[in-house]
């Protein structure tokens, strides 16, 4: 997995097509607290990868000001 502010690049049994909008749940724990988070993300990116799993880039559609300040705090903690 590897998260931006903008997207999310992912790895997947299931095969999805560039522009398919997807729903997630994501649950996390960051600063120790847990979060549970919904998601909309438009597939950008739709390959094979490693072992047979597909690898999908999701452009984030989701715009809250809760999933929004979780992912700015993620990124710049993951970025030290």
């Known amino acids: 997995v590897n998260v931006s502010l903008g997207g999310v690049m992912l790895e997947t049994d299931s095969a999805f097509s560039i522009g398919e909008n997807l729903y997630m749940e994501i649950q996390a724990?960051?600063?120790n607290k847990n979060q549970v988070i919904v998601v909309v993300g438009e597939v950008t990116y739709a390959?094979?990868?490693k072992g047979g799993?597909?690898?999908i880039g999701l452009k984030f559609a989701?715009?809250?000001?809760?999933?929004r300040n979780f992912l700015r705090e993620y990124v710049a903690?993951?970025?030290i």
Do not use: V
């Open 29 to 31: 724990t960051h600063q």
């Open 47 to 49: 390959a094979l990868g």
């Open 53 to 55: 799993h597909h690898q």
């Open 62 to 67: 989701t715009d809250t000001s809760k999933f």
């Open 77 to 79: 903690d993951k970025a």
